[in-house]
């Protein structure tokens, strides 16, 4: 094995990205946990030298030509192969290297945010499970293996969620994402035992030949493709299962900039773009992605625009972005979809960690307080907030720009014009809600002064100033990556192109007036907001909130909170919960309850003949024999 590793430099590269975040996990638990901070040197150890080899694994194979594929057997059965490795590609590397990246800054960051925490090893110790369960996902080979680490990341989602588990809130808000997630996974293994029984084979790249068409027909790929969809439904919160997501806002702010920017969200449209090809064969199913993709986007943008929860709202902006990169797949656009999931993770981890400093300084997530507090007074993170959400507008020359511009082309390649048409609306809603934030932090109705001497009195003023540079200098990366990243739009096209060609594809146009359309709407939703929440003397109350109904409608999330608790309460528990309670009490209970009965009956008549009276004991045995011998006789 050893000399195996040795003479394949890639091999041994892929196996160092993703084991040693697993290596990581094991030692803080076993042995370091009552030691935090060589808990945090062992894990940001890792997650450096996982970054360095996914980097080197792209560069390295930036103009690869084929997959490169490092199996194993692994299970068996029949003619039934399913296979353990590596598979690198294209899209897993630039997957690879964007988890690494990630992942790598929120650990950096989490030293000053985590700060003094008591469950800091433990935090560090999920994060490392994350990050092994992430990474591997990428470069899974086989759909079976894709599926353990999808439902790993699930696992460390739902610990890191809940991680302040003393909290009612937390403990809850991660049991819902860990419930409802798992209604899309059901889904998912159906449709993985679907593709397994009638193509015999789990390999994505046997999965996305064109050989598939010929081996199974075009209903059961459009049934395949469908419950497959289910899990991206669950884990990219997709409608109608989006509920989830912001109430994971309950976690620590580093874990929701880990889990919205390119990991556990991102992991449902990384699977789409996995499986493009595959979809691609079936038009019926992708109609049914491009309309939950459109519907997804629309309502979270409306969300969007009531809440006060500064954390809740781009909680809202990642499901509807994560809308948005389905219906660019959806439309046939495998570059535009996958550009927006690489560009979003740069300005969504950017906006997360930015309010993670404000929420840290002032300890709330209202962002009207922040704003009343003082909150423009924190130069780097609002300065930087404010380059994520132009990004997350879609205005130029930002990377956000380029990317809802290539999705934007792949919409109006379509017959139908809805599609355009609900995209331009969201560039519009988009906008406007971005920065309805920021004008309600940057211009507060009044500002309280600031007590400098209590702060200070609390804390360190050094250390203070330590933890908030730890802070700062991966948001001042992330945003320099938001800034430059839309410029690399052409080599990272060519990167990709090579690897998913379909035909009747839409590689997304480029049109004037649609790119001045969508610029000109995005400015409108900012210049709307400047005057309901900026200029001066502003009501700071929005258009939507002037309509109670309205109003209601968007802060209760369209009701559907509402119906998931009804259809828990009526058919969850109500039906089959009753069911299962019954089955158990009357079938199961009743079962070994009369064995038991019949036993202690049984023991009961045999009491009377063993009752140590030998007449009884001679009657006994004479009636046996009589009864033998009548049996023969007769």
């Known amino acids: 094995m050893t000399s195996i590793l040795l003479n394949n430099p890639t091999l041994a590269t892929a196996m160092l990205t993703v084991v040693l975040p697993f290596l990581s996990l094991v030692v803080i638990m076993v042995f370091t946990r009552p030691h935090p901070r060589l808990s945090a040197a062992i894990s940001l150890t890792a997650a450096s030298i996982s970054l360095f080899c996914a980097i080197y694994l792209l560069a390295s194979q930036w103009h690869m030509q084929h997959p490169i594929q490092y199996t194993g057997?692994?299970?068996?059965?029949?003619?039934?192969?399913?296979?353990?490795?590596?598979?690198?590609?294209?899209?897993?590397?630039?997957?690879?290297?964007?988890?690494?990246?990630?992942?790598?800054?929120?650990?950096?960051?989490?030293?000053?945010?985590?700060?003094?925490?008591?469950?800091f090893s433990r935090y560090y110790a999920f994060q490392s499970l994350f990050a092994w369960a992430m990474l591997t996902l990428c470069i899974s080979p086989t759909l079976l293996q894709l599926y353990i680490f999808w439902e790993l990341v699930g696992l460390a989602s739902y610990l890191l969620i809940g991680f302040w588990y003393e909290k009612f809130?937390?403990?809850?808000?991660?049991?819902?994402?860990?419930?409802?997630?798992?209604?899309?996974?059901?889904?998912?293994?159906?449709?993985?035992?679907?593709?397994?029984?009638?193509?015999?084979?789990?390999?994505?790249?046997?999965?996305?030949?064109?050989?598939?068409?010929?081996?199974?027909?075009?209903?059961?790929?459009?049934?395949?493709?469908?419950?497959?969809?289910?899990?991206?439904?669950?884990?990219?919160?997709?409608?109608?299962?989006?509920?989830?997501?912001?109430?994971?806002?309950?976690?620590?702010?580093?874990?929701?900039?880990?889990?919205?920017?390119?990991?556990?969200v991102a992991a449902g449209v990384y699977l789409f773009g996995r499986l493009f090809p595959f979809f691609s064969n079936s038009a019926t199913a992708m109609s049914v992605f491009l309309a939950i993709g459109t519907i997804t986007m629309l309502l979270a943008s409306t969300m969007a625009m009531v809440t006060r929860d500064i954390k809740q709202v781009w909680a809202y902006s990642t499901i509807s972005?994560?809308?948005?990169?389905?219906?660019?797949?959806?439309?046939?656009?495998?570059?535009?979809?996958?550009?927006?999931?690489?560009?979003?993770a740069g300005f969504k981890a950017l906006l997360f960690?930015?309010?993670?400093?404000?929420?840290?300084?002032?300890?709330?997530?209202?962002?009207?307080?922040?704003?009343?507090?003082?909150?423009?007074?924190?130069?780097?993170?609002?300065?930087?907030?404010?380059?994520?959400?132009?990004?997350?507008?879609?205005l130029p020359p930002l990377s956000g720009f380029f990317s809802k511009e290539a999705i934007m082309g792949a919409l109006a390649g379509l017959h139908n014009p809805i599609w355009l048409v609900a995209g331009l609306a969201g560039a519009f809603l988009t906008a406007y809600y971005s920065f309805r934030l920021i004008f309600i932090i940057l211009f507060p109705q009044k500002i309280e002064p600031v007590h400098h001497e209590v702060h200070e009195g609390h804390h360190d003023a050094h250390h203070h100033a330590e933890i908030y540079w730890v802070m700062a200098w991966p948001l001042i990366i992330l945003a320099a990556i938001t800034i430059g990243l839309g410029f690399f739009q052409a080599p990272l096209e060519h990167f990709l192109g090579g690897l998913y060609k379909v035909a009747g594809a839409h590689g997304g146009g480029h049109h004037a007036w649609l790119l001045y359309t969508a610029v000109g709407l995005a400015l409108f939703g900012v210049v709307l907001a400047w005057f309901e929440f900026g200029r001066p003397g502003a009501a700071q109350i929005g258009f939507v909130e002037r309509v109670p109904a309205v109003r209601d409608l968007f802060a209760e999330r369209w009701y559907m909170d509402l119906f998931w608790r009804r259809f828990l309460d009526y058919v969850i528990y109500g039906v089959f919960s009753n069911l299962f309670t019954r089955n158990d009490r009357r079938v199961i209970d009743g079962g070994i309850d009369g064995i038991c009965r019949a036993t202690v009956g049984g023991g009961w008549l045999l009491s009377f003949l063993q009752s140590g009276m030998l007449q009884y004991n001679l009657m006994v045995m004479f009636a046996v024999l009589a009864l033998v011998a009548l049996y023969f006789f007769f």
């Open 321 to 344: 972005q994560l809308g948005f990169m389905v219906m660019g797949l959806a439309a046939g656009s495998y570059f535009a979809g996958t550009f927006h999931l690489t560009t979003h």
């Open 169 to 264: 809130s937390a403990s809850e808000a991660g049991k819902k994402a860990f419930v409802m997630t798992r209604f899309g996974d059901v889904a998912f293994f159906l449709g993985v035992l679907t593709v397994l029984f009638s193509l015999g084979d789990l390999n994505i790249v046997e999965m996305n030949s064109t050989m598939v068409a010929a081996r199974m027909s075009p209903s059961v790929i459009t049934l395949a493709s469908l419950l497959i969809f289910g899990g991206i439904v669950g884990k990219s919160a997709q409608f109608p299962l989006l509920t989830w997501l912001p109430d994971a806002m309950e976690g620590p702010t580093p874990v929701s900039a880990l889990l919205h920017s390119a990991t556990m």
């Open 73 to 119: 057997k692994w299970l068996l059965s029949g003619t039934n192969l399913i296979t353990f490795g590596f598979l690198l590609d294209q899209h897993s590397l630039l997957m690879l290297a964007i988890v690494a990246v990630i992942s790598f800054l929120v650990q950096v960051y989490s030293l000053g945010y985590m700060a003094g925490d008591p469950g």
């Open 353 to 394: 960690l930015c309010s993670g400093v404000l929420i840290h300084e002032f300890e709330t997530n209202d962002m009207y307080d922040i704003g009343t507090r003082g909150g423009r007074g924190l130069k780097i993170p609002i300065i930087c907030m404010t380059i994520g959400a132009a990004a997350l507008s879609g």
